[in-house]
């Protein structure tokens, strides 16, 4: 069916509910613009109603987390802006994405998109006074500026300083799916956003709306909905499962995919589609398959502690891992001591805790880099004079190091003494690498790489021992 196959009253009809609605207007442009009906579904109008109070101003900080490839890009940046534009003119739009070319991508389609002679049919008031693909502007004053997350915004605002809709900062996938693990990249978006996006409010009560699938406990969502500009958050999650278990979209993924689809990638799964930062069961760490026993058992066991030092009070922890090694090759989690603390507490409690150990545990401490770090483990060495203590520097990312003690983690190698603090340790690695700490992780890391690379005649003669009694 084309457009010119329905009558003048039926044509009329659809154009005035477009000028009113937003959903409305997505329909009939996808229409006149492609020649076939969209393919809708019940997440789209949802979707579109939480914009459409947006620019009635009913909210004015807004959380949007859904799939790829789900038409958040289309409804909420391409259409959303088009059709705000139609009802304000002289509204005034940055529009931003992980990368310079994919916001100015966006910016370029919602300039064709107003250029359409269905469009005009809608909106007829509205002209352009320019025609560039990241900055164009409206004969009523009204601009739509593109750029990258990190780029420069000097000499341009967003949101009119008056009553009514006058414009809004949209974010649409701030960060790059395979860098959101690199704490350096992630907190430089949330930064950015801090100390750039947010200082182009023309007006306290311009809206925000941020649009993005999950990928880390500390994104730039995640920092904001834990309150992390001061601000209240309105949030829309749109999971890829209804709470029912149904699809949300299944004319584009039905139940069957959307399970092979997380049997193969689970991780990826968790943050693009479930919306969730990790798997339910784990991801790159499974837990659930740690043994947790309620005593220490009755064999010698070849212990080390290894530590993961903050560099200050405030925000990560200061962690101690008690790691053993049985005779039959299984590892056992017994202790972990973490807290936030100052240098000079953080150094007293490590030397009480080697005296709880006790000589037989031997001490494994990160070496920080540079000559800083060479006098930190000179100093702490011969705080702990008497004990067996080993230095030596991070090599490779958290992840990398934390490989090998997952496989054995995830291969039911690894046993775990019942205890406070076993959730914590099981929360952090349910959510790594994507969790806000990793510390616990990072410690039981260092454990391990040192008991692997231990002596092999001492963890021969253990075993014999164990034999022999």
């Not at 209240?232 to 890829?240: A, I």
């Not at 479930?274 to 784990?282: C, F, L, S, T």
Request: charged content about 25%; overall charge neutral.
């Amino acid at each position: 069916m084309s457009a010119t196959s329905i009558s003048p009253a039926d044509q009329l009809a659809a154009i005035g509910w477009a000028r009113q609605d937003l959903y409305e207007f997505a329909r009939w442009m996808f229409w006149r613009r492609k020649g076939y009906r969209w393919q809708r579904a019940r997440h789209h109008r949802i979707l579109c109603d939480a914009l459409m109070r947006v620019f009635r101003g009913e909210c004015k900080r807004l959380i949007i987390n859904m799939p790829p490839r789900y038409s958040k890009t289309e409804l909420a940046v391409v259409n959303f802006i088009a059709w705000a534009l139609g009802q304000a003119p002289d509204a005034e739009f940055i529009h931003t994405s992980y990368s310079a070319p994919l916001a100015i991508h966006n910016s370029a389609n919602i300039r064709e998109l107003v250029q359409h002679e269905a469009y005009a049919d809608i909106f007829p008031d509205l002209q352009l006074s320019s025609h560039a693909q990241h900055h164009w502007k409206t004969t009523a004053g009204g601009v739509m500026y593109a750029t990258g997350a990190g780029g420069a915004i000097t000499g341009f605002g967003a949101g009119k300083h008056r009553e009514g809709f006058g414009g809004a900062i949209i974010v649409d996938d701030p960060h790059k799916a395979d860098e959101a693990r690199s704490d350096v990249i992630r907190q430089g978006v949330i930064d950015w956003f801090q100390n750039t996006l947010e200082s182009r409010k023309n007006s306290p009560q311009m809206p925000i709306i941020v649009i993005m699938q999950r990928l880390h406990e500390r994104d730039l969502a995640g920092w904001l909905l834990a309150g992390g500009n001061g601000e209240v958050w309105e949030h829309l999650c749109l999971p890829v499962w209804n709470d029912d278990g149904t699809p949300l979209w299944p004319e584009k993924h039905d139940a069957e995919t959307l399970q092979r689809m997380e049997e193969v990638a689970p991780y990826t799964f968790a943050g693009q589609y479930r919306q969730q930062p990790a798997p339910p069961q784990g991801g790159v760490i499974k837990p659930e398959r740690i043994e947790v026993i309620d005593a220490l058992p009755a064999q010698r066991i070849e212990w080390l502690r290894g530590w993961d030092l903050a560099a200050s009070p405030k925000g990560d922890y200061t962690v101690g891992a008690k790691l053993g090694c049985l005779p039959d090759g299984r590892y056992l989690i017994a202790d972990m001591v973490r807290v936030r603390c100052g240098p000079e507490e953080r150094d007293a409690m490590l030397l009480a805790t080697a005296k709880r150990d006790g000589y037989a545990v031997r001490i494994s401490l990160p070496q920080d880099p540079g000559q800083a770090g060479k006098t930190q483990v000179r100093y702490l060495t011969r705080a702990l004079a008497g004990y067996t203590v080993q230095c030596s520097p991070e090599s490779g990312d958290k992840f990398t190091r934390a490989t090998p003690l997952a496989a054995q983690i995830n291969v039911g190698n690894v046993l775990m003494l019942r205890a406070a603090w076993n959730d914590a340790l099981i929360n952090e690695m349910r959510l790594f690498p994507n969790g806000n700490h990793d510390d616990q992780i990072d410690a039981l890391a260092r454990a391990f790489s040192g008991l692997i690379g231990a002596n092999t005649g001492m963890l021969d003669w253990i075993r014999a021992q164990s034999r022999r009694d």
